[in-house]
């Protein structure tokens, strides 16, 4: 029987529910040299913020088991030059886009957002991801996501910004005390959905040197290592929303997917899509492997329709 | 963006100890074919569940394209970490994930003119396969190897057949000249009137030859040897800061704008003891200051 593969990000259906990551497939023209991007549910692209940013020094980066750190500091060419280069040649490649915006103020994020709505190529954008694990500049470098009421500024000054049809999905931290209370804020400020889990902070230090490894100090960790991690935060909040304690919007699962079984475990936790980050450094086509071995494994257990297994370890507790 | 094979079965036919380091030889059809000197791939490590998820970049030491086994790419490994075990570790018909070709290569001169390659420790590995495409065209081809020991020179023989001439430096005088390339340099472009310097290996010797290159009225074409996690241009963990035409700094992906850069565009005063830091006047610099 055919697998009905199709996911709905609240106002938009995606065809399929496998996405990039933001920061993990850069704009779009690297990944298209292995494979035709429009062969995923969305692209997310890297974070843009309103100036042109160098990113930190270097290095940026560091294997750890299972997983790396990074601290790229959200290098990228400013949202005038996202409109007039990436998104237009994302567009020509038939890619459904997720735009990841960021500020470091909570007017910057609405500036991002309304000059994003300006674009042209506007039409292939299916929805925005506000990426509030940024440091917020007002509360000495806090991120945004430590602190609902900052988090629920951002998002519905951004709200304010898109079209109303235009999802708008708030990106969150795990580094928190309790992530359903900024669950809770974002959705009630506007959020259509949520994107579980951004990195976690760490710091490795280089034993030779006997200094950090990364020039920025901390870092985020990804990879497999934190794929516990990530289940359980979705898990929490598609509990939260069965309890009705906030209302039920999509959810997107990312941290630490390599394979369409990994992603099963976010699905089967209550994510209605995922994203594949860290792992398409090991192998550039896995956003469609994994795609192609979550259908298989969903189909194989005689599910007909994708929709029906998300969540569905709830059930079964 | 230039086209990029992605081998995820390339089956290893040879493995040989060649002083500190290992030369190992990969089927990798589709790569082979159309890789040039100066061209990378990023190899996959520990099998499909490894906890080592980032690939090792190697510089491409040859390619024979149309070999028995199909298409060969062979490598230099300097087995000092994890990864570099693993694969030094590989036996015949042992198998791992290749992609590539990746990078820009050596941009070769439009004209015959004399060059030098400069190789530092196992840098050396493309200096042989370039020596030969330049000859092609008619070039020289003066090669200067450089490293700590004998033990950590690499290809002193290729170099013999591929070079017009050879020079060899250690740090510690146990094969030719005691000193690092930078003591034989200046005699070298001296005596063949080189107009094109091209370098592999580790930073300083990178600035070095920079350097030099620049006091001899030649030009330098470097290919450096950034830290890279993906090795296909999505991660921008391998930036350094480059100069470019319109005379701004970036910084710049080395997998994907490199690995080779023209020496004096390099922003040497950035770097310092392993770490680079963003020079304040670099695109962007000024927006990380506010957060
Ligand atoms: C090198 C790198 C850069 C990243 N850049 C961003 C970014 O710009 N914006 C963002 O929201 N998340 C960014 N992330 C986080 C990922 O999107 C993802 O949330 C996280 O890595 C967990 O997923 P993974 O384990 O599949 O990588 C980045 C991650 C990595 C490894
Ligand atoms: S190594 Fe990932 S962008 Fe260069």
Not at chain 1, 63 to 91: H, R, V, Y
Not at chain 1, 239 to 255: C, D, F, K, N, Y
Not at chain 2, 75 to 94: C, E, F, N, P
Request: charged content about 15%; proline content about 6%; overall charge neutral.
């Amino acid at each position: 029987m055919a697998l009905d593969l199709s996911t709905s990000l609240g106002p938009v259906t995606l065809p399929n529910p496998v996405m990039t990551a933001s920061g993990c497939a850069a704009n779009g023209k690297e990944l298209a040299r292995f494979f035709d991007v429009d062969r995923l549910g969305a692209f997310v692209t890297k974070t843009v913020m309103a100036q042109p940013r160098s990113g930190r020094g270097t290095p940026r980066m560091a294997e750890t088991p299972s997983g790396m750190l990074n601290s790229i500091g959200l290098q990228g060419p400013g949202i005038a030059a996202f409109c007039a280069g990436d998104l237009p040649m994302l567009k020509d490649l038939g890619a459904r886009v997720l735009v990841s915006i960021a500020g470091g103020t909570s007017t910057e994020f609405a500036d991002v957002a309304a000059h994003l709505r300006e674009s042209a190529a506007f039409d292939c954008v299916v929805g925005v991801e506000v990426n509030i694990s940024c440091p917020n500049v007002a509360n000495r470098g806090q991120v945004f996501a430590c602190d609902p009421l900052s988090s629920a500024k951002v998002v519905a000054l951004v709200r304010e910004q898109l079209p109303r049809d235009t999802p708008v999905i708030a990106k969150l931290s795990p580094d928190v005390t309790d992530i359903v209370s900024i669950a809770q804020s974002c959705v009630k400020a506007g959020a259509t959905g949520l994107t579980m889990i951004n990195t976690l902070l760490g710091v490795v230090i280089d034993t030779e040197t006997l200094r950090p490894a990364l020039y920025a100090v901390t870092g985020g960790l990804s990879g497999p290592a934190i794929r516990p991690v990530a289940v359980r935060a979705v898990w929490q909040v598609a509990a939260a929303m069965r309890e009705g304690r906030l209302p039920t919007v999509p959810i997107i699962g990312v941290g630490g997917v390599r394979t369409g079984r990994d992603a099963l475990e976010l699905v089967a936790a209550g994510a209605a899509a995922v994203q594949v980050g860290t792992a398409t450094f090991n192998d550039p086509t896995a956003p469609v492997r994994v795609l192609e071995e979550l259908a298989a494994l969903v189909a194989g257990k005689g599910f007909t329709r994708f929709t029906d297994v998300v969540g569905v370890a709830h059930d079964r507790t | 963006m230039s086209p990029v094979a992605q081998v995820r079965a390339a089956e290893l036919i040879a493995t040989r100890r060649a002083g500190a380091y290992h030369h190992v030889t990969f089927v990798a059809p589709g790569i082979a074919e159309s890789a040039r000197p100066g061209q990378f791939v990023a190899v996959a490590v520990g099998g499909p569940t490894s906890a080592n998820l980032l690939r090792r970049a190697f510089s491409i030491h040859k390619v024979t394209p149309s070999g028995t086994y199909g298409g060969t790419v062979d490598l230099v490994i300097s087995a000092k970490g994890a990864g570099t075990q693993w694969l030094t570790a590989l036996r015949a018909h042992d198998t791992t994930d290749i992609v590539g070709p990746l990078g820009r290569p050596f941009p070769l001169p439009a004209e015959a003119a004399p060059c030098v390659l400069v190789g530092g420790g196992y840098g050396s590995a493309p200096l042989f396969w370039l020596a030969a495409a330049l000859k092609e065209r008619g070039c020289q081809a003066h090669l200067v190897l450089g490293a700590a020991t004998e033990s950590r020179l690499f290809g002193v023989v290729d170099a013999r057949r591929a070079g017009d001439s050879v020079h060899v430096t250690t740090d510690d005088g146990t094969a030719g000249t005691k000193g690092t390339v930078a003591a034989v340099l200046p005699a070298v472009f001296r005596e063949t009137g080189a107009v094109v310097a091209y370098a592999c290996g580790p930073m300083g010797m990178l600035r070095s030859v920079t350097e030099i290159s620049a006091a001899h009225g030649a030009v330098a074409q470097v290919a450096v040897e950034e830290a890279m996690a993906c090795g296909v241009g999505v991660c921008m963990t391998c930036v350094i800061p480059v100069t470019g035409n319109d005379g701004l700094t970036r910084m710049v992906r080395s997998c994907a704008e490199g690995p080779v850069f023209r020496g004096d565009r390099i922003r040497w005063d950035a770097f310092d003891g392993g770490r680079c830091t963003v020079p304040e006047d670099a695109v962007g610099a000024q927006a990380m200051r506010s957060h």
